[in-house]
């Protein structure tokens, strides 16, 4: 698991915060989430970029996949969304 912090610039909190506010879905959460213990990960490699997602919990409870990829000084968030049926099955187990 990857313990680096989480990289925040203008272009991925606008992405995130601002342009889905429909999901209002905050930086904090999405630290949260990447930083829980028991979060599931996985990688895809598509184009030469390898592709991050976890699943993980907030600490209200709230269950997010959160995408993220390679930055030189740690994890730079891409993608968040809240969690799937499917998803949280295979956290909850």
Do not use: C
Request: overall charge positive; hydrophobic content about 35%.
């Amino acid at each position: 698991m990857d313990d680096r912090r989480p990289v925040w610039d203008a272009t991925n909190t606008k992405h995130i915060e601002r342009d889905h506010a429909e999901r209002a879905i905050t930086r904090d959460e999405v630290n949260e989430a990447l930083n829980d213990p028991r979060r599931l990960e996985a990688i895809e490699h598509r184009d030469g970029v390898a592709y991050h997602a976890v699943v993980g919990s907030t600490d209200a409870g709230r269950l997010l996949v959160v995408v993220w990829i390679d930055h030189p000084d740690g994890r730079f968030p891409v993608h968040a969304r809240r969690a799937g049926r499917q998803a949280a099955r295979r956290y909850y187990r």
